[in-house]
Structures are given as C-alpha cells and as structure tokens.
C-alpha cells in the first residue's frame, strides 16, 4: 500500500528525525511528518528579517551525543559546530568576569572577586568532569525500571548504583548533593564570591521553572561538565549555519537512508482502532497507516490532544495532567547594524564571541524569579545572549550580526491568563533590551529587527506545550523511570502502537538526539523478538 | 566519681540516651548548660506566672515504642486520649477544621480527596517509619552486607505493592504544592498543609524537596503527650533519677578532651574535667565537631563536610500571655488549641519565604499556634492564656542585624497577623516575648539558631545527615557519639536520634 508504513514520526524536531534515520537506517520504511515548512522542530534557523538567519528558539549545541554524530554520518550531511570558548559576565559595579579556555587569564578574572575562589575553580572543574564521567552512560540508555521484578532489570539497577554509589563515600555524597540541592547551596560549598555564583548557577535554572536557591537545580550544572564536542569534555558550540543545519544533517541523513520527509503534513489526530494506534490522520484529511505511529511531540500534545483523553485509562490521563510543563522561558532574537558596545569592556574583543551571561548577583536572579512565581514576567530578567554571526558570517550580511537572547522568567501562565501574553509581548521585549542596554547602552540604537518569542507563542508556532522547552520540566519526580509517566519511560505506551521519541522522555530535553536513537533501538529490538 | 559516658545537653535526644544507657548498666552523667534540663521542651516562665510547656509544642512524633522501652509510663507519662484539631486560619471566612480522620468547612469533593491522601499517608506510613525508626541505610555499597541492607529495605518498599511504590518515590522530591495542589482545591487547606513540610526549612512551598518533609512528618504522627514537651521532660529525669543518672544543669561543656586519637572526657566552663571514654553530644553536630572538640581532632574532609552543613534558622518563637481566651472570628466561644495561619493560599505561605532570601523577616509570617493552658490551665493565673507561636519565615540575619527595634516590630507583625485572624487578641494582652533565631542560638546553644541542628533537606537527611562521616552516629574520633535532632531521623520531639545513638554505643561497646 502506497501509504502504508513500518512507522509514522509525529513532528519533525530533531529527535523525531534521529529516530527515523536509525530506523531507515535499518531497513524500516519510514515517513516523518512535519506541521511547518520546515523541519527541525525547537531546533531550526529562521530568516524572519531578510538576510539574518536566526536560531529562533534553541541555540547552542552540546548535548548532542558522539555516537549519534558518528552512526549517522552528520559531518557529512553539513553538521559543524564551533566551540563557544568565553563566558562574559558584566556587573552593574562595572567589573566583569571573563572565563575562558586561557586557565590563568581566568584565574586573574575570578581573584579580582575572590583569590580562594580562583585557585578552588580549576579543582571545582576536575571534580565536575569526573562526576559528570560517572553518570554520563545514564544518558546514553533506556533508564531501569525500579518497579520491575525482571532480574536484568534488577541487575541493571544494581549496577548502576555501583556506579554512582561505588566510589567511595565522598563521590556518593557529591552525587546526592549534585542531584538534590541548589545550584546556590551547592556552588556555596565550593565558592565564596557572589559574582562567580551568580553566573555559575544560572545553567542550574535555564529552561526550568525554579529559582538558584530552589532545590534541584544542582544538577543541571553537571549537563555543563557533560557537554561534548569532538569528544571533548565542557564545552557549548555554535552550529555553522544556526542550530536548524543540525536538523537539516540529521534529515539528510535519515533520507540517505530511505526515510520520506514531509514538510507542511500537520498530523490531526492518531488514527485508533480498538485500543491500538495504527495511523495518523492528517489536517487536510489524508489517512496514513503504519504498524507503529511514534510521537516526536511532547508527552501532552500526544496523548491529551493527538490520541484524545477518551483512549486513555483513567489513572493515564491523572498522570498525564499532573506531567508538569511549566514554561518559563522566552527568547528575543535581534537583527544587528553593528556589535554592541558594553560600558565595562569596551571594543570588540574575545568576549563577545562566547556567551555573554548577564546574572548580576544572586538576590536579583531571585528577585527575577519571585516576579515568575506569582504570574508576571520579570521586570529585571536573567539574559544568556550569543552573537552568532560573529563566529559564523554565514547567518548574517558582512557587517552585520544576529543576537540571540535567552530570557527567563516568563511564565506561560500570566496572572490575567496565557492568552495575555499578545498584549505583554512588546514590553516583555522591552524589559529584556532595556536590561541589556544597562550593559550595552547602544543596544538601542543598532537594533535592525525584533523578534520576540514568549512562551505563548512557543506553544503556538513550534507546538511546545506550554512553552517548556524540555517538553516537560527537568525535576527530580519527572526523570529517568518517571518521566513522561512512571513505568512507560522505555519509550512504549501504554497505547499500543503508539511511542514516544523526544524529550518527553529519558534522557529529556536539549539538542541530545539519546530520546530520538534510545526509542528507534527500543522499536527494534522489540521488532526483533 | 567515674562514668562509662558523659552525655552533652539535657534536651529530650540527651536525656533518652542517657536513659537507655543506663538501662543497660551505664554509669552517666548529663551535662546541661542551661539552668533546667530540657533544652526546647524545657518549660519556660516568659512572664510572672506564665509559662509554655517548651518552645517546640508539637509532641506527636513521640515514639511510644521508646516511651514503653524507657519504661515512662510509670514515670506519670501519659498520652492524650484525642488529638486536637488544627484549624486552617484564613484571612475572611471561618477555614477548615482538620484532623487525622477528616476535615470540615471545605467542599464536598475535598473532604474525599483529603480522605484519599490520608489514606495513601496510611498505606505507606509503615514503610516510612520503618526508615526513621531504625538507622540510616548504609551509604557504602561495597560490602556484601550493606548490599544486604539496602536490599531488604528495597523490598520493604516493594511490598507497598507498585502503585504506592511509585507514588512514594515520585512524591518524595516534590515541592509541596505541587502534591497538594494535585489533590485539593481549597487554598486553605494546602496552606495549612503545607506549613509542617516547610516550617525550619530555607524552603516554600514551591521549593522542590519540601514534600518529603511533610511525608515524614505526617507519617511519624501519633498521639501527642498530656502536658506536653515539658511532661515528657518531667518524666524523663523522674527516670533518670530512678536510675543513679547525674544530671548537672548549669553546666556548659566547653571542651571534649581526647587523647591518642580517643575520648579522654570533657572539660566544662568552670575548669573541671570529667573523664570517660565515651561522650555522646546531643548538641548540634556544628557546635560539637567545630567548637567543642579539642582542634585538629578530624581529618580535613570531614570537618569541611560539617562547616558546609546548613543550619539557617528560619523560625522564631512568641508567646503570648492573655486575660482572657483567644477566640477565633466566627468561632467565638470555641476552644481552639491548634491553629495554623498561613494566610489562606500557597502562594501567600510562599511570600513568607521569599523574605528569608533577602535577609528580611516575614512582615506576613506563617504562624503555627497553640494554647497550651486549653490542655493546662495551671499553666497561667485562672482564667488567663498562654499562646505559643512558632513564625515562619524569620532568619538568622538581618538586614542591619537584630535589635530591640527590630524584635519588636516581628512581634507586632506576628500579633496584627494572628489579630487578623482573631481580632479580640490585642485587647487581651497581657505580656509579649519575643525569641528570634540570634536569641535562640544565645539562649539554646543551637548554631544558626536551627530548630532542627540542621535542615531537613533532601541532602541533609539519612546517611548524609549531618555529614556521610557520621551519619550512623559514630564519630572518626573513638568514643564521640552524637544523639541529637542532627542526626537521623532528625528534628522534633521524637526521642529517635537519642535513642538510636544509645543502641549505637551499647552494641559497639559491648553490653
């Protein structure tokens, strides 16, 4: 049958597409089917301005595991990252911290807030890279099942807790701070300066709705210490071309591989017959079957809104709503006449190519949440910004360059509800460059174009629920066994039929490409027995 | 005169090790730095005639187990026939009306969920107290028989069967609004839930971590003691008594003597020494570790896993002595003994937190409330109340450092919060003190002014609490033993951490 398949991939994010290509790859006839115009999801280059390309909504690459890189052949489908070296944090005193690849010029940035700081930073990163070596397989598999009475899975669990629980008390005790405290608290252990903490715990709170002082945002400080390019530890990178050619490598590759990709193929709804998915059916009423249909949108978009609650067990759809996604973030993408100027380190040097972190202190990160906490944007919002045309002219005309900026607190629900978010956006984006012009006065005046996303409108042009980035928050009771609901985290559904392939799922969000790979090995090794 | 063990503070965790070690033949002395033993549920005369029975009230995670091991009963202790209900104070209307078995004054469709929850809290609550009943699950999973342990622990969690398996294990993290949200819709009452996961913590209600402090604290519930903390104190040294154990009240300990690496005894603040090869601290593991023991004692790691242990205070203590009864509005002329204000949502018990953050106190404080002389009259002159007040969120330091300025403006913002909620109190006071967590530490000896020795936090409990290093009540240096709240099972009046510690020190030292 002409439309018939081994599989449907419901969205075309970049994990959807990784899965495809490992299921062509291994003979599966396969068909991804894409909303948009354009593939890639979260994960895409947008020229909204004529001639500046932006990474609309994600935009830095780490995460994106080297065996993925490898099995599917990226490099060759045009995959290239440039390795973001610099972290720049100006303070409203007029101090700034600069942290790059150059040790000791560091070290000298760090001691002018704190000398003990400076010579704990290196230990703090050997200590980080040898946690961070330890937990890395748990990324890189399907999670073990607890509740299971399997004797592999017990076996499983039992040897994961050798891993984590087997190197000595100080490791174990460091795993379960790492996992279970703030980023403030933790960092505090190591750290006495305020403007060294500040900038170090903000990774803890990107795309999650907490503050640095909460609980749980440890950990995510570990994800900086994972991060691999080439194969080498602790390091961000920018892909030529913006972070869309890294969908457009994986789609290349998965059409290299047989796999059919169809743009401007929104799917309406999950076709069920008896209690089991066998196809999709199409906005413009087209039916395509398949033996699996595998979502590559988030765990309520599938389930609540693409199979509809009706198919659902009770207790399925209890779990389902209470699966938090929480939105938090937005992002303002700028078209730029010339490079900002910013007062405390004039020029355009080193530090405007890597990450600039405005996190001035930890009391007004707070502050920045508070505002989130009770329904309103933050007045004074934390900015994670790249310049990508600097490190890569292709994305902008000579001369001229893109921003991309990174804002928190935004939270999807606004006290006067979601929907309000039409009339905030303008002065959200206003708060976000008058913060910035407090640093770079001349923002102002070079702005060419303005592009701002609010989690509204996350929601409503990339299909993220509620604007969450991660496809449901990263907190400890959505992880691993638990995420998206407990017992179904191997990629399977209790709809049969139906799976689950993005960051809804183990090991969640950003441009990791595990959910993607782990659900096609799942479907074949199923397909297998 | 000589003893087998020389216990540190005359709280109720140091007066049940003591017990218990005399129980099985010690020879102990207790070393009190205050002038009456009993550390937080020492009674206390606030003002001429007045007195609360402690500064902690809440007697209800006792264990029993304990009370009839230690043989307290024939010591006059005795349990309360009911428990009080707690009312959840809102700012307008009447609030709810909780108690273990029910709840009323919400709508129909809570009062069942708040039926289903406690249930779960039912179903599980034998798993949880088996966890804070016996000592912390060993931490090291390089031997066959900590690997046996942990193991037999895990299939105590299987047995709850998978469901409330999993439940227990997704919940455990969680923030508490979060769980209590999902269950209920009235504000009031998640509020006034909410405030046992969240009260001593740096924690609000949004903070993930804070479900678990409620589980435990709903699943260690029972019968609270008649005549509160101050009963179970009198009882204790009654047995204490009974069984040659010396108690020395107005002597602080200043030094913990070693020698060769071991306990030699302890020096106390007049100079004396008292020797014994075994003291066992219920102090805070900070103050026993880093100040008492004599310096150089620990090997660097350890002391740097207890410098970084947290103990921010974040509650302070009011009491208040009135003329006449403290009657709630739209329940005048009704005795209410519990009461929990923490205006009326979650989101309101949150902004009490946020103000800790920025070294302020609460000017809205969450208030956990209690009328002892209900239960007590002879606690006050006839017809007079006392009302004991816990407040969150206060912190140790603020902004300009705590004055008298200061300390009474907390004051009036706990007395115009619980006015708001019981408009005839201003009129019927009488006296008014004020303990802020500095007072606390001054008065009490409890670093940081903590409650608790240390936070309940996910990475402040169990075998990590206070540190990995002595997490199972052993110390690296021979002899030393903690028995306080800072260690496992933790803060409150439970009597476990003594308890446990006594177990410690009879098994390894032979019996």
Known sequence: MANSYDAILIGGGHNALTCAAYLAKAGQRVVVLERRHLVGGATVTEEIHPGFKYSACSYVVSLLRPWIVRDLDLPKHGYQVIPLEETFTPFPDGRYLLRDADAERTRRSIAQFSKRDAEVYPMFGRAMSELGRQVKPIIDQAPPDPTSFDPREIFKLAGLGRRIGGQGETWTSAHIKMLTMSAVDFLSEWFESEQLIAPMAVSGIIGTFLGLRSPGTAYVLLHHYMGEIDGSFREWGLAVGGTGSVANAIASSARSFGAEIRTEAGVDRVLMQGDRAVGVVLENGEELRASRVISGVDPHRTFLGLVGEHHLEDGLATQLKRFKMRGSSGKVNLALDALPEFTCLPGHGRHLYGDITLAPGIDALERAYDDAKYGAFSRRPFLDIVIPSLNDPTVAPPGKHVMSIFVQYAPYKLANGPQDWENQREAFGDAVIDELARYAPNIKDVILHRHVLTPWDLEKTYGLTEGNIFHGELSLEQLAFLRPVPGWSRYRTPVRGLWMCASGSHPGGGIMGAPGALCAQAVLKQGAR | ?511
């Open chain 2, 1 to 511: 005169m000589s003893f087998d063990a020389l216990v540190i503070g005359g709280g109720h965790n140091g007066l049940v090790a003591a017990l218990k070690l005399a129980r099985a033949g010690r020879r102990i002395a207790v070393f009190e730095a205050r002038g009456v033993a009993g550390g937080l549920c020492a009674r206390r005369e606030f003002h001429p005639g007045y007195r609360v029975p402690g500064l902690w009230h809440d007697t209800a995670g006792l264990r029993s187990k304990i009370v009839d091991e230690l043989g307290l009963a024939a010591h006059g202790l005795t349990f309360r026939a009911a428990e009080p209900s707690v009312l959840a104070v809102t700012d307008a209307g009447p609030g709810a009306l909780l108690s273990p078995d029910d709840v009323a004054g919400v709508s129909a469709r809570d009062a069942s969920a708040y039926a289903e929850w406690r249930a779960f809290i039912g179903r599980v609550r034998g798993f949880v107290r088996s966890v804070l009943d016996s000592p912390p699950p060993p931490m090291d999973v390089s031997s066959l028989s900590s690997l046996w342990q942990l193991a037999r622990r895990g299939l105590a969690l299987r047995r709850l069967g998978r469901d409330d398996m999993i439940e227990l294990m997704r919940v455990a993290p969680m923030c508490v609004a979060d769980w209590l949200n999902e269950s209920f819709e009235s504000q009031v009452l998640c509020g006034a839930l909410a405030l046992p996961g969240v009260q001593s913590t740096f924690m609000g209600p949004w903070s993930p971590g804070s479900a678990i402090n409620l589980l435990f604290a709903e699943c260690a519930a029972d019968r609270s003691v008649t005549g509160g903390p101050a009963a179970l104190i009198d009882a204790l040294l009654a047995a204490c008594e009974e069984r040659g154990v010396v108690v020395r009240t107005g002597t602080p300990v200043t030094r913990i003597r070693t020698a060769n690496g071991c306990i030699a005894g302890i020096t106390t603040a007049d100079g004396e020494d008292v020797d014994a090869p075994i003291v066992a601290a219920s102090c805070d593991p900070k103050r026993t570790m880093l100040e008492l023991l004599a310096p150089c004692q620990l090997p660097l790691e350890v002391e740097e896993s207890l410098r970084v242990v947290r103990t921010r205070g974040t509650t302070a203590a009011i009491h208040l002595a009135l003329d006449g009864p403290l009657e709630f509005r739209d329940r005048e002329g009704v005795a209410i003994e519990c009461a929990r204000i923490s205006g009326g949502s979650l989101d309101e018990l949150e902004r009490a937190f946020d103000a800790v953050k920025y070294r302020r106190f609460s000017e809205r404080p969450a208030l956990d409330v209690r009328v002892p002389t209900l239960e007590d009259p002879s606690l006050a002159p006839e017809g007079h109340q006392v009302v004991s007040i816990l407040a969150s969120f206060v912190p140790r330091e603020v902004d300009g450092g705590w004055d008298d300025t200061q300390r009474e403006a907390l004051g009036a913002a706990v007395v115009e919060r619980l006015a708001a909620a019981a408009p005839s109190v201003r009129d019927r006071i009488v006296a008014r003190a004020v303990w802020t967590p500095e007072d606390l530490e001054a008065d009490y000896g409890l670093t940081g002014g903590h409650l608790q020795h240390g936070e309940h936090a996910l990475d402040q409990l169990l075998f990590m609490r206070p540190a990995p290093s002595c997490a199972h009540y052993r110390t690296p240096v021979k002899g030393l033993f903690l028995c306080g709240s800072g260690s496992h099972p933790g803060g409150g009046i439970t009597g476990q951490p003594g308890a446990l510690a006594a177990k410690e020190i009879v098994v390894g030292h032979g019996s």
